[in-house]
């Protein structure tokens, strides 16, 4: 199977897909995790009626008419529980969090009060059954499901995780990856500067996609264009879940990497995708490691980690939204495009009154690693496209790390 369309192709690598197995970490160490199960309160909260105000706890009945004056039985601060019940003509000075006292229904702001003696105020507005009272269980009742397993934990997760006194939970684990680079022209990172050389940049942009994911891969260096070398690097590979090869999966005479792996016994399902950059793609599988053969151009690669690697990794551990968050924008300039391959420009994007604008960071060249280092999204080209002109509407997917910008968005 070769030359796929993009979903096509994502569609064969995520069906291949079967998530990792589970295991128990700590709440300080969940942060990023997928939750492998589902969580349950172990309480009401709040776990009485509570006032949502600093202010007095009054029976709504009194407040027929206002402006009232009522006697304060007793003061309530956050943490203490009632000792008196509120009768007709009387209320309790209560705090934000404290327990609503027996016979009062409804909390008056303490704005909207006014001293009259030590032991009186006058209430000036009349206020409902239930005014500023937080019901008991409004947040969670004891042993209803407040988080499910396949939820991704992001501090507010953790926020109520804690709230349960969850401890411990079981998660999905993390993948192990490891990245293999090949051929005679890289220089790696410790080695003295060649000119003729060509920096292995790639393992290291993989490397960092993969860190992006919450994922600490291995790099297991550069393997040179010599079928025996290869393969050895290949079975340290094929130890892992997942192993990203970097360069020799074009159809040169030197490219090795494909007559390698399927001779360690990797069932390839494509050699080819119909996108721009990232044509030569290739993805197949053991038992138990997926394996992906990367372009060796830098962006192609890391556009390839993108669209595949990075939603095979997610489902790997259990996430169920796999994919970058899309934005529509409006080309600043035109785009020229052939039909037949689905193409990802880098651009930057800016916002104005009528939302998103997409500039290209300049030659899209698949061996210009700028492009990406300044891109904020890749615009995406549809294969049957013959070009966009400036103004036109376009999707642009978000790389990782944009979900910042430098002034608000929103008017006040």
Same mark, same amino acid.
């Given at each position: 199977?070769?030359h796929?369309h993009?979903?096509?192709?994502?569609?064969?690598?995520?069906?291949?897909?079967?998530?990792?197995?589970?295991?128990?970490?700590?709440l300080?160490?969940?942060?990023?995790?997928?939750? @492998?199960? =589902?969580?349950?309160?172990?309480?009401? &909260? $709040?776990?009485?009626?509570?006032?949502? #105000?600093? +202010?007095?706890? %009054?029976?709504?009945?009194?407040?027929?008419?206002?402006?009232a004056?009522?006697e304060?039985?007793?003061?309530?601060? @956050?943490? =203490?529980?009632?000792?008196?019940?509120? &009768? $007709?003509?009387?209320?309790?000075?209560i #705090?934000? +969090?404290?327990p %609503?006292?027996a016979?009062?229904d409804?909390?008056?702001?303490?704005?909207?009060?006014?001293?009259v003696?030590?032991?009186?105020?006058?209430i000036?507005?009349?206020?409902?059954?239930?005014?500023?009272?937080?019901?008991?269980?409004?947040?969670?009742?004891?042993?209803?499901?407040?988080?499910?397993?396949?939820?991704?934990?992001?501090?507010?997760?953790?926020?109520?995780?804690?709230?349960v006194?969850?401890?411990?939970?079981?998660?999905?684990?993390?993948p192990?990856?490891?990245?293999?680079?090949?051929?005679?022209?890289?220089e790696?990172?410790?080695?003295?500067?060649?000119?003729?050389?060509?920096?292995?940049?790639?393992?290291?942009?993989?490397?960092?996609?993969?860190?992006?994911?919450?994922?600490?891969?291995?790099?297991?260096?550069?393997?040179?264009?010599?079928?025996?070398?290869?393969?050895?690097?290949?079975?340290?590979?094929?130890?892992?879940?997942?192993?990203?090869?970097?360069?020799?999966?074009?159809?040169?005479?030197h490219?090795?990497?494909?007559?390698?792996?399927?001779k360690?016994?990797?069932?390839?399902k494509?050699?080819?995708?119909?996108?721009?950059?990232?044509?030569?793609?290739?993805?197949?599988?053991t038992?138990?490691?997926l394996?992906?053969?990367?372009p060796?151009?830098?962006?192609?690669?890391?556009?390839?980690?993108?669209?595949?690697?990075?939603?095979?990794?997610?489902?790997?551990?259990?996430?169920?939204?796999?994919?970058?968050?899309?934005?529509?924008?409006?080309?600043?300039h035109n785009?020229?495009?052939?039909?037949?391959?689905?193409?990802?420009v880098?651009?930057?994007?800016?916002?104005?009154?009528?939302?998103?604008?997409?500039?290209?960071?300049?030659?899209?060249?698949?061996?210009?690693?700028?492009?990406?280092?300044?891109?904020?999204?890749?615009?995406?080209?549809?294969?049957?496209?013959?070009?966009l002109?400036?103004?036109?509407?376009?999707?642009?997917?978000?790389?990782?790390?944009?979900?910042?910008?430098?002034?608000?968005?929103?008017?006040?």
């Amino acid at each position: 199977m070769e030359h796929l369309h993009v979903n096509e192709a994502q569609r064969v690598i995520l069906e291949s897909i079967t998530q990792s197995g589970v295991e128990t970490v700590k709440l300080e160490q969940s942060l990023g995790r997928v939750l @492998a199960e =589902d969580i349950r309160a172990n309480r009401d &909260l $709040p776990p009485y009626d509570v006032s949502a #105000m600093d +202010g007095f706890a %009054v029976r709504s009945t009194d407040m027929a008419q206002t402006p009232a004056v009522l006697e304060i039985i007793e003061d309530i601060k @956050a943490g =203490d529980l009632p000792t008196k019940t509120v &009768l $007709p003509g009387q209320c309790a000075r209560i #705090m934000t +969090g404290a327990p %609503v006292p027996a016979g009062a229904d409804a909390v008056i702001r303490v704005e909207d009060t006014q001293a009259v003696a030590a032991s009186r105020v006058q209430i000036n507005k009349a206020v409902r059954f239930g005014n500023d009272v937080r019901p008991q269980g409004e947040n969670m009742k004891d042993g209803d499901v407040v988080l499910t397993a396949g939820t991704e934990i992001t501090p507010g997760v953790i926020g109520v995780l804690a709230t349960v006194k969850a401890a411990q939970m079981n998660v999905h684990r993390r993948p192990r990856v490891a990245i293999l680079s090949t051929g005679n022209e890289l220089e790696a990172i410790d080695e003295p500067v060649d000119l003729n050389k060509i920096p292995n940049s790639n393992s290291y942009a993989l490397m960092a996609q993969v860190q992006a994911l919450g994922i600490e891969p291995v790099l297991l260096g550069i393997a040179r264009d010599d079928p025996l070398e290869l393969e050895q690097f290949l079975k340290r590979g094929l130890e892992y879940d997942v192993l990203l090869v970097s360069g020799g999966t074009s159809v040169g005479v030197h490219d090795y990497v494909r007559p390698t792996i399927e001779k360690l016994g990797v069932q390839m399902k494509f050699w080819r995708v119909a996108m721009k950059p990232g044509h030569p793609l290739a993805f197949g599988h053991t038992d138990h490691t997926l394996v992906f053969g990367l372009p060796g151009n830098p962006v192609s690669s890391m556009v390839c980690v993108e669209e595949f690697v990075a939603p095979a990794l997610r489902k790997m551990m259990g996430n169920r939204v796999l994919f970058r968050r899309t934005v529509s924008a409006r080309l600043a300039h035109n785009i020229k495009h052939h039909a037949g391959r689905t193409e990802f420009v880098r651009v930057q994007l800016t916002r104005d009154e009528a939302g998103y604008l997409a500039s290209s960071t300049g030659t899209q060249s698949s061996g210009v690693l700028l492009s990406m280092a300044l891109a904020d999204g890749l615009l995406v080209v549809p294969a049957d496209s013959t070009g966009l002109a400036a103004g036109a509407q376009a999707t642009v997917q978000l790389l990782d790390g944009t979900a910042f910008q430098d002034v608000p968005g929103f008017r006040v």
